[in-house]
């Protein structure tokens, strides 16, 4: 019985991702779905979000590098409203910007199952991790959040750091290659010295100085539960 398909970068385009759809409508077996680098767009999105609202046995689905953009993740948010089996989901690289990452973080604000979703590459931009942070306040389910190489810089890792104040079931979120520099730093680290429930922060290539490394040190120190990498 086949559980999983990988279909990383064979051109299949909207049509492809169509026929892909309208077998997912009455697939009962596959669990994950990997479409990546297949350039189906927001059309191609559309037709697996339609399909994601009747099927109930896929869990795990790949649209990275697939250009859906802003539309596309429309699309795909207006899914995940209705959808209550998929767990992972990966966006990566898909230009979806500021309005497509509040088109998914409105879909966070009710969606009660996804635990992982990788927006790397996004360009949302400290508008874009304004809209994560509003959904961080009040969703319960995600646990991995994955928002390397967004542009958000230190304002936008001050509006994820704030949400974590409150947000109690994330575990893992990768802010790296952000730009987000010392203050930003300085916001994370601030977050950690209240959040007992992040385990990993990843900040590669952020240009931490000194006295900002010496103020994350002292918050792992409080916080013993999280760790740098």
């Known amino acids: 019985t086949l559980t999983t398909l990988n279909l990383d970068t064979n051109r299949i385009g909207a049509e492809g991702a169509e026929h892909f759809a309208n077998a997912l409508r009455t697939n009962t077996t596959l669990t994950t779905l990997d479409l990546?680098?297949?350039?189906?767009?927001?059309?191609?999105?559309?037709?697996?979000?339609?399909a994601l609202g009747t099927n109930t046995t896929l869990t795990t689905l790949n649209l990275e590098k697939d250009r859906i953009g802003a539309e596309g993740a429309q699309h795909i948010a207006d899914a995940l409203r209705t959808n209550t089996t998929l767990t992972t989901l990966d966006l990566e690289?898909?230009?979806?910007?500021?309005?497509?990452?509040?088109?998914?973080?409105?879909?966070?604000?009710?969606?009660t199952t996804l635990t992982t979703l990788h927006l790397t590459g996004n360009e949302i931009g400290a508008e874009g991790a304004q809209h994560v942070a509003d959904a961080l306040r009040t969703n319960t389910a995600l646990t991995t959040l994955n928002l390397d190489g967004n542009q958000i810089g230190a304002e936008g890792a001050q509006r994820i750091c704030n949400a974590l104040r409150t947000n109690r079931t994330l575990t893992t979120l990768d802010l790296s290659w952000n730009e987000i520099g010392a203050e930003g730093a300085q916001h994370v680290a601030d977050a950690l010295g209240t959040n007992t429930t992040l385990t990993t922060v990843k900040l590669v290539l952020q240009k931490?100085?000194?006295?900002?490394?010496?103020h994350i040190a002292d918050a792992l120190r409080r916080n013993i539960s999280a760790k740098m990498v």
């Open 208 to 214: 931490i100085d000194d006295e900002v490394a010496q």
């Open 93 to 111: 690289m898909n230009e979806i910007g500021a309005e497509g990452a509040q088109h998914i973080a409105n879909a966070l604000r009710t969606n």
């Open 36 to 50: 990546s680098g297949n350039e189906i767009g927001d059309e191609g999105a559309q037709r697996i979000a339609d």
